[in-house]
């Protein structure tokens, strides 16, 4: 079945870049998104890229796709204090009847 | 408008209780989804409704009714839970069901079943 994977942790200094990771193996996705979800909070979309594309920036997000080795990341420059909060990729695909699968997501923990 | 709206924030039932959990989006969205997330964990899909008709049903026990009285709005009902049901639940809502789909969520109702 379509399984979605994240590093668990992540710790950045305020102002630093910081690269969340996430490998995927349905090889027939169509979408992969990025989602934030704060505390007591639902998920908030961030950004998507349709799977034909290599990169997409929207602001200080970077999205990159390596179809071939199955490889999503998101850069966030100049990260903020506001940017700490779970980030969630997600994959969309015909396989799956077009329902997101979303990895464990990764906590982004900014310190001052 | 672009928020999807959920009442109440916090819900506590016991097991005999029989409760709803309401979700409401006036961005004209055809498709309404309900997710369970349990605490550090992804949110998991439960009900899909698409033009006000049940489309995916991810084998969810009976205790849990879904219901969509009009396309702004969705129900959840919820009769003889168990203590394991406690969790965020949340509502979603897209412009349809295929395609890139950005779901928008609400806040969620948090729940816990005594």
């Known amino acids: 079945g379509e399984d979605v994977e994240q590093s668990l942790f992540l710790s950045v200094r305020e102002g630093d870049s910081s690269v969340i990771n996430c490998t995927y193996t349905?090889?027939?996705?169509?979408?992969l998104y990025w989602y934030k979800q704060e505390p007591g909070a639902g998920l908030q979309l961030l950004t998507y890229?349709?799977?034909?594309?290599d990169m997409k920036q929207d602001q200080r997000l970077t999205v990159l796709l390596n179809k071939k080795d199955k490889h999503l990341s998101l850069r966030i420059a100049d990260t903020q204090t506001g940017d700490s909060a779970i980030y969630f990729c997600?994959?969309?695909?015909?396989?799956?009847?077009?329902?997101?699968?979303f990895g464990g997501g990764t906590r982004v923990l900014v310190k001052p | 408008d672009t928020e999807v709206t959920q009442t109440p924030k916090h819900l506590v039932m016991g097991m005999t209780n029989k409760k709803s959990l309401k979700c409401e989006q006036h961005?004209?969205?055809?498709?309404m989804y309900w997710y369970k997330q349990k605490a550090k964990k992804p949110p998991e899909l439960m009900f899909v409704?698409?033009?006000?008709?049940?489309?995916i049903n991810e084998s969810v026990p009976s205790r849990f009714s879904p219901e969509c009285p009009n396309s702004s709005l969705l129900n959840l009902h919820l009769h003889a839970l168990q203590p394991e049901d406690s969790a965020l639940y949340l509502c979603?809502?897209?412009?349809?069901?295929?395609?890139?789909?950005?779901?928008?969520f609400g806040s969620g109702t948090q729940l816990s079943v005594l």
């Open positions: 979603a809502s897209s412009q349809g069901f295929s395609g890139v789909e950005k779901l928008f």
């Open positions: 349905d090889s027939s996705s169509t979408y």
């Open positions: 890229i349709f799977s034909n594309m």
């Open positions: 997600a994959e969309k695909s015909e396989a799956a009847g077009n329902k997101l699968t």
């Open positions: 961005m004209g969205h055809r498709a």
């Open positions: 409704y698409s033009y006000e008709k049940l489309s």
